[in-house]
Each structure stands twice: as structure tokens, then as C-alpha cells.
């Protein structure tokens, strides 16, 4: 599903990432820590394409990033769903419309938009916020709208970048349930993530980073 | 399309200040191009009737025959620019002459044999005055052995040749310079509008937004702007014409000629649209994004 073949990302004389390789595959749900600027957010960046590597070749879905046209990248960012650290909602749209323009992107109508986006809001337990703005939401609410938009359109993968990192322990447990949920129905999944007690004793595969490298790839 | 033509609305609605200037602006400048179009309208008209008060004197040799004036009468009527012929025989030239005399047509008594030449007056059709035409006419009559002289308006052709040719090309390098002003105007406010919405762009490619998706709402914003302008200016060239047509026409009975041709009103609103397309257009492909 994800292959990454050494891959290096230079910022400014700085290495975000150095000569790193690994393979995710179909409904895997993958766990990348680290300490801050270890890479982990280049590392999810370069999957969705917001930065492209500075060598080597990464393939997501199918598609091969060094050989991808710059209007192809639209439809590859299609078969990913990423919930930002910093949520990346339309303040002045409500949180239907927030969801909805994920599909309407996608030229969806709108009849299917309706009956899509309430099934992702009763995944993530806010289908009473509909005609919310942002700005009268939790972070935790404004974390399950995020969500909510990246999983709308069925993507085959699910990037989430410090998904609890502003959350309590309770609002992370239940947003951690929302994940779980969606990779049972066969998504991949990729959280990007500096606590540790996310994954402790989850059994599930978590990559470590250090320094730009790639130092562990093991279970939690 | 619904969706980008609803985020167009939105825009317009909550960027109204912006959207307001811009179509006063264009308005302003499509009101121009109006008044242009309006003049060169009727300047063309007035040049048009100029040639009802021109006509070409076609004097035949003495003793050319009936066949050969019908020959040249024929020859005459087939030709494009030539609107209608009328003959005058000597006879009827002397006739005229005497007339015109008046009190002084004594002085035509003493003469054995009438002098004069019979002639055919030539009248031009009103879209055959091209002044490289008319003298091509001439010349092509000057040629033929029945043909003892030709006379015609010289410095009448000139002029309206002149008059018409400058108010054509400083007419042209008018409108092209308003229609320029326009599409900057335009594409202006699209830059503006586009890095007041960069942040919500950046989302929109995130979420795999194409080109064509982010950039159809901006393209529907210029048109509308221009098209709102250019109903603003079709109306204040209405306006200005109907304030001729009541107040003005009493004092300068010459305006009375005047006309406002209904499709200009029309046609400002829709060359305003593609001026604002053109000025988008232009915008989002110098954006990078």
C-alpha cells in the first residue's frame, strides 16, 4: 500500500529524513514516533504529497511519486484521508459544510453528500453539531470533525498527525475508538505521534524515528 | 458547477466592499466604451447619409450615339457601388441651364446650336463609399472613348474619407485602452480575492481539490463583476442618452440625429462578463498554486 525506498528530505542544509525504507501493507495500522523533529510529520507530508523527497521513490495506492504528473497529485491525495495536528477547518462554514466539501471536491451530488456525511458524523458521535461553526466546538469535537472530512470519501488510507497531542485522556481514548473503528473496515492507517502510551502493549507495528532516520520497526 | 457557482455568491456577498469598488470601477469604464460605441454609432450614420449629397458628373462626347449611351447606362446600374443613374440629355441640360439663369437666361439667346453635353449623374450607395472605390470608378469612366469629362466632389470625398478613418482608429485605440483598463481591474481583484482565500485554497488541495475546482469560482466572481459593471455602465449610457434626447436636443437642435441602439445597452453587460473572464483568466494563471 505504502513503500518508501530512500527516501532523504533536506530542508535548508537540515535532514528531516535520511535514506529511509520501509513497506506498509493493505489495512495495516501503523504507529511512527519519535521525539520532535525526528521526521514525523515530513514523513506524512511526503505521503500526501504536501512536499515531494529530495531522493529516492515513494509509491502509495499504486501511484509512484517520481513519476507523477503534478495534475495527477489531486486524485492520489483522493485515496488519502488526513486528520492535521492543526485540524485545517473552514472557520466561517458549518460542520456539514466542512465534511461535505471533501465530496464535493470529489463531485459528488448532493442527495449522496447528505446521507455520507451523516454516517461519518454518527462514526465520530456529533451528528447533533451539524450546523455548528468550528469556532463553537471543542478541540476534541473539532478533532472528530477532522476525521469525520478524512474519512468521508473512503480513502484507502488514514494519515493523522498528533491526533491527541491538544486532547485529554478521555477525548484521545475515544478518538483512538474512531481509528480502530475505521481500520476494521480496512483502511490503512498511519498515526504520527510522540506519546507513547498510545501504542504501549497494543501489539500493533510502530516505526521509530531519531534524527531523521528510521531506527526501529517493531511492535508496541 | 452549482457548488462553485455558490462559493462565487459567497465570496461576492462577504467581500462586498472589494466587489463594490471593482464595479463601480468597471462600470465607469464600460460607461466610456458606451459613450465611444454611442458616438461612433451615430458619427458612422451622419458620415453614411454624406454620401446622399455626393454624386459623380458623367459628361459624354459630343454626338455619342443612343447605343452607346444605353451601353454605358447598362454598365453603369451593374456596378456595385453605383446606388442609381439618372440621364440628361443635352436638350434637357440646356433646359436646366436656362432655369437656373433665371433673369440671366438672355444671355443664351444669340446660340445657333446648343453647346452642351449630355450627361449621366451618378448617386453611390451608402456602403460603397470607400473613397479607393469611387476613384476607381473614375478613373475606369475617364478611359472610355464616349467619356469627355468627369467631375465629382473631390474635397468632399476627402473629407468624409478622413473624417471617417479618424474617428475608426482613434475610436479603436480608445476602446482597446478601456478594455485593458478593464481586464486589470479585474484581474486585480481576483489576485486580491485569491490571497484574502489562500488558506481555504491550501485545504482544498489538500483535500484533492483540482486546479480547474479552485480556480472555476474566481472565473464566475470576474464575470459576474464585469457583468454587473457593464450593467452599471449600460444603464448610466442610457441615462446620459435619454438626458440628450429631453434637456439637451432644445438647446443643440443638431443632436436631434442622434440615436441609441438598443444592443449596445445590451452588449455592455455581456463584453463586461468577457472582459472579466479574460481579466481572471489572466489572474489565476500567473497564480502559482
Known amino acids: ?220 | 458547477m452549482i457548488y462553485s457557482i455558490k462559493l462565487a455568491l459567497k465570496s461576492l456577498w462577504f467581500e462586498k466592499w472589494i466587489h463594490m469598488l471593482t464595479v463601480v470601477t468597471i462600470g465607469v469604464g464600460l460607461f466610456v466604451l458606451g459613450l465611444i460605441f454611442f458616438s461612433l454609432y451615430n458619427i458612422e450614420g451622419i458620415t453614411n447619409r454624406l454620401p446622399e449629397r455626393f454624386s459623380v458628373t458623367v459628361f459624354l462626347s459630343a454626338g455619342t450615339g443612343n447605343r452607346e449611351i444605353n451601353q454605358l447606362r447598362v454598365r453603369l446600374r451593374e456596378d456595385p457601388i453605383v446606388k442609381r443613374i439618372k440621364y440628361i440629355s443635352k436638350e434637357a441640360a440646356l433646359v436646366e441651364l436656362r432655369t437656373s439663369l433665371k433673369d440671366a437666361a438672355y444671355i443664351l439667346e444669340g446660340l445657333d446650336e446648343n453647346p452642351l453635353l449630355p450627361s449621366i449623374e451618378i448617386r453611390l450607395k451608402e456602403n460603397g463609399f470607400d473613397k479607393k472605390k469611387v476613384e476607381g470608378l473614375i478613373n475606369k469612366l475617364k478611359s472610355l472613348r464616349d467619356v469627355d469629362d468627369v467631375v465629382y466632389g473631390e474635397n468632399l470625398l476627402g473629407t468624409i474619407y478622413t473624417i471617417r478613418n479618424a474617428v475608426k482608429t482613434i475610436s479603436a485605440g480608445v476602446i482597446l485602452l478601456f478594455s485593458m483598463a478593464i481586464i486589470f481591474v479585474c484581474y486585480s481583484t481576483v489576485k486580491i480575492l485569491f490571497y484574502r482565500r489562500k488558506e481555504e485554497i491550501e485545504i482544498f488541495k489538500l483535500l484533492g481539490a483540482t486546479k480547474g475546482f479552485i480556480r472555476l469560482p474566481f472565473l464566475i466572481e470576474g464575470g459576474t463583476l464585469g457583468f454587473l459593471g457593464g450593467l452599471l455602465g449600460g444603464a448610466g449610457t442610457y441615462v446620459l442618452y435619454r438626458f440628450i434626447n429631453g434637456t439637451v436636443i432644445s438647446d443643440f437642435p443638431i443632436l436631434g440625429v442622434m440615436h441609441m441602439p438598443l444592443g449596445l445597452v445590451a452588449a455592455l453587460p455581456a463584453g463586461g462578463a468577457i472582459l472579466g473572464i479574460i481579466g481572471s483568466t489572466i489572474a489565476l494563471g500567473r497564480l502559482k498554486f
Open chain 1, 1 to 220: 500500500m505504502i513503500g518508501f525506498k530512500d527516501v532523504t528530505r533536506i530542508y535548508d542544509n537540515m535532514t528531516a529524513l535520511r535514506k529511509v525504507n520501509f513497506g506498509i501493507g493493505k489495512g495495516e495500522f501503523v504507529y511512527i514516533t519519535g521525539p520532535s523533529g525526528a521526521g514525523k510529520s515530513t514523513l506524512l507530508k511526503l505521503i500526501y504529497l504536501a512536499e515531494k523527497p529530495d531522493e529516492g521513490t515513494i509509491s502509495i495506492a499504486g501511484w509512484e511519486t517520481d513519476t507523477l504528473r503534478e495534475s495527477a497529485i489531486p486524485y492520489l491525495r483522493r485515496n488519502i484521508g488526513v486528520v492535521f495536528q492543526d485540524f485545517k477547518l473552514l472557520v466561517n462554514r458549518t460542520v456539514y459544510d466542512n465534511i461535505a466539501l471533501a465530496l464535493r471536491i470529489r463531485g459528488f451530488g448532493e442527495t449522496e453528500i447528505k446521507g455520507r456525511v451523516q454516517d461519518a458524523l454518527k462514526l465520530v458521535g456529533l451528528r447533533h453539531k451539524n450546523d455548528n461553526f468550528p469556532a463553537a466546538l471543542s478541540g476534541g469535537e473539532q478533532q472528530r470533525i477532522t476525521i469525520a472530512r478524512a474519512i468521508v470519501g473512503e480513502p484507502t488510507v488514514l494519515l493523522a498527525d498528533e491526533p491527541t497531542g491538544n486532547l485529554d485522556v478521555d477525548n484521545a481514548a475515544g478518538i483512538m475508538k474512531i481509528f480502530k473503528e475505521i481500520n476494521a473496515k480496512g483502511t490503512t492507517i498511519l498515526i504520527a505521534t510522540h506519546n507513547r502510551e498510545l501504542f504501549r502493549n497494543t501489539g500493533l507495528r510502530v516505526l521509530w524515528f531519531d534524527n531523521g532516520n528510521l531506527v526501529a520497526d517493531k511492535e508496541g
